[in-house]
């Protein structure tokens, strides 16, 4: 098939940081190209890709010139998948909300994966309004929030197999990866991790809207020793972060639509204790892959459990479940099912003429 992948611009595909949206993207090109399609990946021209580039900004936003305007970069974006719609059988879009007026008039097969919560003010009203535009989720649990919109499938995560692997030993710390925000736990991280007696190491992106949240909340904190921050972690950094824990600590208080550092984790053998918010109960198996939680006593009750969960299982449950080849295979499921309906619709357009 002729398949266009449409990235965020924020990161470039895949981020030489943070990015979780750009990383799967990247992973389910290379996957598709894998297995046999054309896939062109429209990005911004750092990216890297074994599909064909279509680079439509000079470097990606966040990491590039200061002061660049995100609507002229995405009206770049809008107006390349306009003049090449026509290239493609199927346009697969990762940028929210944007292209939905163009793309649902060239007609062109396209659909959506939803990468972000869905519990926002509005997004009922846009549902409505482009009723027949097809949406894939990244759980179940994230698409509750929008009952009505047509959902044609959930595809989970998956990256490569040989991207992360597991190490020997059951690690000697517990782990934190991802946004210093409130939401994400990090506080929650910090003592749980002192009233279990373990230090703790963050690996994370502070964001600049959170800078005094940081600053206030986490910086007294960190004593270097117990509690360290490391910092962004690249994917050659994350393998031994990751894989020298004892356990990925995962305490969010809001509706994760997927959390994408679970199964890194799994991929190197290390399990996740994680609040039963959002998409956990879907991806983390309680008491084989980690387990689930209600609270702070739990998680440190947790802890101390963790030497009867088996490393090699939390793997092999990873390549059982998260691996990028399921993704890209499931993905092209939907894409074949839209193409058909397509085509099916045209042809009973044509015996009405």
Not at 15 to 36: I, S
Request: with cysteine.
């Amino acid at each position: 098939m002729r398949i266009a992948q449409l990235a965020p611009l924020a990161e470039s595909v895949p981020p030489k940081l943070y990015g979780g949206t750009e990383r799967v993207v990247a992973w389910l090109v290379d996957e598709l190209v894998e297995l046999g399609h054309e896939v062109t990946l429209f990005a911004s021209a750092d990216s890297r890709t074994t599909g064909k580039l279509h680079p439509v900004w000079p470097r990606a936003l966040r990491l590039g010139r200061k002061g660049a305007d995100p609507s002229a970069a995405l009206a770049m974006l809008m107006e390349a998948i306009a003049k090449r719609a026509g290239d493609f059988d199927v346009i697969h879009a990762h940028i929210d909300w944007l292209h939905l007026p163009l793309l649902s008039r060239l007609g062109v097969p396209f659909l959506t994966t939803m990468h972000g919560r869905l519990d926002l003010p509005g997004l009922p009203d846009v549902v409505r309004e482009f009723a027949d535009a097809g949406f894939v989720s990244i759980s179940d649990h994230q698409r509750l929030p929008l009952p009505d919109a047509r959902w044609i499938g959930t595809v989970q995560h998956g990256l490569p197999p040989n991207l992360l692997h597991p190490v020997q030993g059951e690690g000697s710390y517990l782990a934190f990866l991802g946004r210093l925000t409130a939401d994400k736990g990090p506080e929650d991280a910090i003592r749980i991790a002192r009233a279990a007696g373990m230090p703790l190491r963050i690996a994370a992106k502070i964001p600049r809207a959170e800078t005094a949240y940081f600053k206030k909340h986490l910086e007294p904190q960190i004593d270097g020793e117990t509690i360290q921050l490391v910092g962004e972690v690249d994917d050659v950094k994350k393998q031994p972060f990751l894989a020298g824990a004892a356990a990925l600590l995962f305490p969010i208080d809001w509706p994760e639509p997927f959390g994408l550092v679970m199964i890194e984790a799994m991929a190197c053998g290390t399990p996740v204790i994680a609040y039963r918010s959002g998409s956990v109960p879907e991806v983390i198996e309680h008491g084989l892959t980690g387990f689930i939680v209600e609270n702070e006593a739990q998680a440190v009750e947790a802890v101390g459990e963790l030497g009867k969960l088996d490393r090699r299982k939390v793997r092999a449950r990873f390549e059982d479940r998260f691996t990028s080849r399921r993704m890209a295979r499931q993905y092209v499921d939907r894409y074949r099912e839209l193409v058909g309906t397509a085509a099916g619709e045209f042809e009973t357009q044509r015996l009405n003429v």
